[in-house]
């Protein structure tokens, strides 16, 4: 009896033993995992091996990024982007994509960033990582001058432009309340077609945001207005793919040294008339 009861004891001993190295085994593994996770982010010397950041961007977003008269792409985003790429050593390669689909063109490698008045969005911070916030922006609605809509209950009825894929959209959908007594949301590839329509009067108001709606304005004296209600506050960010924070990390690295030494405050006022950039 004796003898059964150390034998059974002895093998409870070792059942345990066993259990305690299966259980170190996997917590090792485990961690062994996330080291080489971390080792595998090779974003930032990726790009500078390519020489060059490929930026996405709707080339029809003023001042933000748009074509000039010369159709040469220019803006304050891409002021921004060319001399944060100086002082990485890298140059920057300017690529037009379908705004509606450019989450989907960064996560396929097409471009390495989303840099073009990007908004950071709940929703989006799930598929993508951004940058520390740089702008702040609110979504406004603009109408025709002289226009008797200047609160969001005065859009009921009406029918409203919205850029497709935009956080204009996705604001003025979350806030039921309003899109629920509209007539029509119309959906434009970029705001330079939505205010055509508004001038045309096939639409009765664009939801657009205010970085953009206010230069259009400045450029058309008299034709437009900005009513009193808006659909929120809002920042900016720059948008990498998942994992790649070392690229993500040193453009923000480089951005707070830009915006430390003044530099970002030069390009603000040069498309602004002031410094409106994120301290």
Excluded: H
């Excluded at 930032?44 to 930026?55: D, P, R, S, W």
């Excluded at 001058?145 to 005065?154: C, E, L, M, Y």
């Amino acid at each position: 009896m004796k003898k059964k009861l150390i034998f059974l004891l002895i093998g409870i001993l070792l059942i345990s033993l066993v259990a305690v190295g299966c259980g170190s085994g996997d917590t090792g593994q485990e961690e062994q995992g996330e080291q080489q996770e971390q080792q595998e982010d090779l974003s930032l010397e990726e790009i500078k091996e390519k020489g060059k950041f490929v930026l996405g961007l709707d080339d029809s977003f003023p001042p933000m990024g748009f074509r000039d008269e010369k159709g040469e792409i220019v803006g304050f985003d891409i002021d921004l982007a060319r001399e944060v790429a100086e002082r990485m050593g890298v140059e920057v390669e300017l690529k037009p994509i379908d705004w509606s689909a450019n989450i989907l063109s960064l996560n396929n490698k097409d471009i390495d960033v989303i840099w073009n008045g990007l908004t950071i969005t709940e929703q989006r911070q799930k598929e993508i990582e951004f940058s520390d916030p740089y702008l702040a922006n609110r979504q406004i609605i603009v109408t025709q001058a002289g226009s008797d809509i200047t609160t969001k209950a005065d859009l009921a009825g009406k029918i409203v432009g919205v850029q497709l894929g935009s956080s204009a959209e996705e604001a003025l959908n979350a806030d039921t309340e309003t899109a629920e007594t509209l007539k029509e949301i119309m959906k434009y590839g970029n705001y330079t077609e939505a205010l055509l329509d508004l001038k045309a009067g096939r639409v009765d108001a664009v939801v657009m945001d205010e970085v953009v709606g206010k230069y259009y304005i400045s450029k058309k004296p008299g034709e437009y207005a900005i009513a009193e209600e808006d659909f929120g506050y809002e920042e900016y960010g720059i948008g990498f793919r998942k994992g790649d924070i070392a690229f993500r990390d040193e453009v923000n690295r480089i951005l707070d040294e830009i915006i430390a030494d003044g530099t970002a405050a030069e390009i603000s006022k040069k498309w602004f008339g002031e410094d409106i950039v994120l301290k």
